[in-house]
């Protein structure tokens, strides 16, 4: 799931407000036993078949509605960009990455009315094995994970399909956590998540223990079900090819991308259901269905997927652009669409599917050890500057627009409650640029100043949120320049710490806990965006990776989110609603996420020929 968000995909949503879709919020409470967590899944079927087939031809399931699912054609979906990363030890920016599978995924055949899984985070108890046949919670220290028999490699060099076993596993992780094959320092990417972990060991072909370092019972399976890098999975005669370890610090400054064969495309392999057979650099990703994969359909368990052939991603940066390409069929998908966007679609292409979804927060992120932003009042007087309902209005279609804290609100239980914040602290957030302005004399700056944010050029959605922020700050005597920056290059700015003042960022995080707690932690490699250096927050943080329960993990989430929303580090609000739209003959999706850990999901969803 949050941790040291190095992953370029997490400073692209912390700090250039990127929107991630949320979804409607369960009314199902997240419990987590205290002692022992089991889980088993159905053994992987060995049988193959020919043609689709459904379960129980006078069963009815919610999925139904689909039809019967279709074997071949392609799947088109777009992107704003596609970064050239291909190994997760370094995945800064990466996120098409079909070929790697984790041990973990969201359950495929539950009700989604019990919940939605277009939400980032998934309860403990909704998650089900892939890679994993089952797995054992035996102390708050250990957990005890059985792989599923026959799980294959792709079926090129260097591994030819071999079968995938638990030291693969084991491999991957001490490449990560220093901890053999020659890896004597932690990854610095996953550092910060992985604090906690203290060695991940294969005890036979098919077992693999994690063990942590600290009783950390409530947090353990959120960290290893994260479906990002850190839990995904390359084979070890690949990390082979790129030569023996050398340490971060040793590496030379003059290493150009291209240089290890690891950087390159044609070389990819993993155990997933798409092969990677074309790459344009910033264009196009072509994959081709995995013939040889090893995975079937939860919901039809006696179909071999993937369905379609082929899988394209194409990067399409310009919003107006992807909307012309779904309008015209070009793409299947498309997801993160705003309201104006979803009206306009819904006039020219009634036909299109929609799923309607909380968005996440957006504004800016202060660089709070920098002048003047070390003060409490200046930050809390652009906190009151905020006309949040005008916003609602203008820019989001939404009857108001509440302020937003480190997490989501439809994340219940994780998220410091809006309902019981004191009087006092709404006030704090309440429009009153009166009370602005004597804040910012009492700080010292009666007669204002100048200050500037940092933004990727291709976050439309967040300079139109920038350009109205900037019209309220002038009000209370605030001068903000928007430093509009390509997208890659703000992301290293940010991460460098190069910037000076504020960093376009979002609040109301919908994503798993261990994402997002660290981006406020002053041991973080988010410290240089965030530059906060607070004891109480750190606690905080600390307290939920070593939370010994999912009760207690919880309550530490609301500390954080608490400590955040009472110091104002950021301005952050709500954005409405956002919108995915798809063709009516892209079939079996029901609002998973298809950008993150989405190869699995793309293997089961089909086009239907016939409606096409």
């Known amino acids: 799931m949050k941790k040291s968000l190095l992953f ?36 992987t079927i060995a049988a193959t078949t020919k043609s689709p087939t459904t379960t129980n031809a006078t069963q009815s399931n919610w999925w139904d509605k689909f039809g019967k699912p279709q074997y071949g054609g392609e799947i088109n979906i777009a992107f704003s960009r596609i970064v050239a990363n291909f190994d997760n030890y370094t995945f800064i920016g990466s996120d098409v990455d079909y070929w790697y599978e984790s041990l973990f995924e969201p359950d495929w055949t539950l009700d989604r009315k019990t919940w939605d899984m277009g939400l980032q985070f998934t309860p403990d108890q909704y998650w089900k094995g892939l890679i994993a046949e089952s797995w054992e919670m035996n102390d708050p220290q250990t957990i005890t994970v059985k792989i599923k028999q026959g799980v294959k490699w792709q079926n090129k060099a260097p591994v030819n399909g071999r079968e995938f076993t638990a030291y693969d596993i084991q491999s991957h992780y001490n490449r990560l956590l220093g901890t053999g094959d020659g890896y004597t320092w932690r990854d610095p990417i996953f550092s910060g998540q992985a604090s906690s972990w203290e060695k991940v060991t294969a005890t036979d072909k098919y077992t693999v223990v994690f063990k942590f370092n600290i009783p950390c019972g409530g947090t ?40 290890s064969p690891l950087t390159d495309w044609k070389q990819v392999v993993g155990t997933g259901p798409w092969m990677l057979t074309d790459f344009i650099t910033g264009s196009t990703m072509k994959f081709d269905k995995n013939l040889d994969y090893w995975g079937y359909d939860p919901r039809y368990p006696e179909n071999k997927t993937p369905y379609a052939d082929n899988l394209n991603v194409i990067a399409i940066p310009d919003s107006t652009t992807q909307i012309a390409a779904l309008r015209t069929g070009k793409i299947d998908i498309l997801t993160g669409i705003d309201w104006k966007q979803a009206k306009s679609l819904e006039s020219t292409n009634p036909e299109l599917l929609k799923i309607a979804g909380a968005a996440s927060g957006g504004g800016v992120m202060f660089k709070n050890q920098t002048k003047p932003f070390d003060n409490l009042k200046v930050r809390e007087a652009m906190q009151m500057a905020v006309d949040r309902n005008t916003l609602a209005a203008t820019l989001f279609n939404a009857p108001e627009s509440k302020p937003a804290g480190l997490f989501s609100q439809t994340m219940k239980g994780y998220c410091y409650s809006y309902g019981d914040w004191p009087q006092e602290l709404k006030d704090q957030y309440t429009y009153n640029p009166a009370a602005a302005k004597q804040l910012l004399v009492e700080a010292g700056y009666p007669d204002g100043f100048k200050t500037n944010v940092v933004v990727s050029a291709a976050a439309t959605s967040a300079i139109e949120l920038l350009q109205a922020y900037k019209d309220m700050f002038s009000n209370i005597g605030i001068d903000m320049e928007i430093r509009a920056m390509e997208q890659t290059q703000a992301e290293m700015y940010l991460k460098a710490g190069k910037h000076d003042a504020m960093s376009s960022g979002a609040g109301g995080m919908a994503v798993p806990p261990t994402m997002a707690i660290d ?27 070593a939370a010994a329960n999912a009760a207690e993990a919880a309550k530490a989430c609301i500390e954080c989110d608490k400590r955040v929303i009472e110091q104002h580090w950021m301005v952050s609000v709500l954005g409405g609603s956002t919108y995915t739209f798809y063709q009516t003959y892209f079939k079996g999706f029901s609002n998973e996420v298809i950008r993150w850990g989405g190869g699995v999901v793309c293997s089961r969803l089909w086009i239907d020929k016939s409606a096409k």
């Open 519 to 545: 981006m406020f932690y002053s041991k973080s490699s988010q410290n240089p965006i965030t530059g906060t250096n607070d004891p109480v927050y750190d606690a905080a943080r600390d307290k939920y990776f």
């Open 8 to 43: 370029g995909m997490l400073i692209l949503v912390f700090t250039l407000s990127s929107a991630l879709a949320a979804c409607k919020t369960s009314t199902t409470e997240t419990t987590t036993s205290t002692a022992v967590l089991t889980s088993t899944t159905n053994s």
């Open 220 to 259: 353990a399976f959120q960290n290893i079900a994260d479906r990002w890098a850190l839990n995904e999975f390359e084979a070890p005669e690949w990390v082979a090819l790129g030569g023996p370890p050398v340490s971060p610090d040793a590496k030379s400054s003059s290493t150009t991308a291209g240089a």
